[in-house]
């Protein structure tokens, strides 16, 4: 059985009568141990997914339809203090800014030792040398002064471990990690994220990444779902997605990427910017900022379609794919070149 398995996921904000939709259709597979990536650009839904798996949406957001299964039970249907213990202690959190996370004013020790014991009946001895021991694993020099230490009395990075630490504290299934290093200097950002992925495989835990940045995903995860304005457009093996982008706007994604432009050259950012997610365009969200569009774009939603590579939800892919097949050639075009 998969471990998370969530099937037409469908998030609204709004009250129940005038309720915009923002996420639509959202279903993956996330496996024991494995690390997916949620990749988009700012505003494409990204976190609200991360929330609405948790039953973490704020009010007004809702889950409108659908299943988040964990193990085969329905997280969504759970009541709120059911849905907190799997919080923490089978699902955990991390955010973009550990400030957020950690209490200022407690130290870094006691917060661990109190995460430990809201879930468990472990007594505080044991619980400080489990704390001790994660500090350890995630390479915090000197765990027992750290542990009397508040949290401003530590650099960025060395909080953003104290925060994967604490997320490992009850060893749960799955971490949903949002933009874990975005606050952080660049220098340190690739070292937190091997860590994350390091502690995830020592630990046996999956991982759901989210993050805006398609360049570091193949360093951590195995698959990749790319999300715009929404709905997922293409989801795949990462690497696969990252050498052969097979839907328009994960083309645009990777082209966009520093180390994609020449020395001396601007950006080549994707034109025009991502619709906000109560005034999606109709047909595919994507078409105005697509140079393939055809008339089918602005009129029909895709569906999704395999294209040897991945899943996409492209009109133009599909019309490529099922021209291919009619003229019975093997092979299917390289993506990149075609579109
Ligand atoms: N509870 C809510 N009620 C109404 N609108 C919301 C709510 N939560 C998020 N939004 C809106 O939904 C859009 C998508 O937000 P979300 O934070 O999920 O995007 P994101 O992909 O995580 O972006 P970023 O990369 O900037 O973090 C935003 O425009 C935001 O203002
Ligand atoms: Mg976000």
């Given amino acids: 059985?998969?471990?998370?398995?969530?099937?037409?996921?469908?998030?609204?904000?709004?009250?129940?009568?005038?309720?915009?939709?923002v996420l639509f259709d959202i279903s993956f597979i996330l496996h024991r141990r494995e690390r997916?990536?949620?990749?988009?650009?700012?505003?494409?839904?990204?976190?609200?997914?991360?929330?609405?798996?948790v039953n973490l949406l704020s009010k007004p957001g809702h889950i409108h339809s659908?299943?988040?299964?964990?193990?085969?039970?329905n997280l969504t249907t759970l009541t709120s203090p059911q849905m907190q213990?799997?919080?923490?202690?089978?699902?955990?959190?991390?955010?973009?800014?550990?400030?957020?996370?950690?209490?200022?004013?407690?130290?870094?020790?006691?917060q661990m030792v109190e995460a430990i014991r809201a879930h468990t009946s472990i007594n505080r001895h044991d619980a400080k040398k489990i704390v001790l021991e994660k500090l350890a694993q995630v390479q915090i020099p000197a765990p027992d002064i750290r542990f009397d230490q508040y949290p401003h009395e530590l650099s960025g990075g060395m909080r953003q471990r104290v925060i994967i630490a604490t997320a490992l504290l009850l060893t749960p299934d799955?971490?949903?990690?949002?933009?874990?290093?975005?606050?952080?200097?660049?220098?340190i950002q690739a070292e937190i994220l091997e860590l994350l992925k390091s502690m995830c495989e020592e630990n046996n835990v999956a991982l759901i990444l989210i993050t805006h940045d398609l360049g570091v995903v193949s360093?951590?995860?195995?698959?990749?779902?790319?999300?715009?304005?929404?709905?997922?457009?293409e989801e795949g093996p990462t690497l696969e997605i990252i050498n052969d982008p097979q839907h328009p706007y994960t083309q645009g994604l990777l082209n966009a990427l520093p180390q994609m432009t020449l020395a001396g050259h601007k950006l080549n950012q994707i034109p025009g910017s991502m619709p906000s997610l109560s005034d999606r365009p109709n047909g595919c969200a994507f078409h105005p900022r697509c140079q393939y569009a055809i008339e089918k774009c602005q009129i029909k939603q895709p569906n999704y379609i395999y294209s040897g590579?991945?899943?996409?939800?492209?009109?133009?892919?599909?019309?490529?794919?099922?021209?291919?097949s009619s003229s019975d050639s093997a092979f299917l075009n390289d993506g990149k070149d075609v579109l």
């Fill in 36 to 53: 997916i990536a949620i990749v988009g650009e700012s505003g494409a839904g990204k976190s609200t997914l991360g929330f609405a798996l």
């Fill in 1 to 21: 059985m998969a471990l998370l398995e969530v099937k037409n996921l469908n998030v609204s904000f709004g009250a129940k009568h005038n309720a915009v939709p």
């Fill in 85 to 110: 213990k799997i919080r923490g202690k089978r699902i955990a959190m991390i955010f973009q800014d550990p400030m957020v996370t950690l209490n200022p004013v407690i130290t870094i020790g006691k």
């Fill in 309 to 324: 590579i991945s899943t996409v939800a492209c009109h133009v892919l599909e019309d490529m794919i099922s021209e291919t």
């Fill in 174 to 187: 799955i971490i949903i990690a949002d933009e874990p290093t975005t606050a952080l200097d660049v220098t």
């Fill in 66 to 73: 659908g299943t988040v299964k964990l193990d085969g039970t």
């Fill in 219 to 233: 360093r951590v995860a195995e698959r990749t779902m790319v999300m715009y304005a929404g709905r997922i457009v």
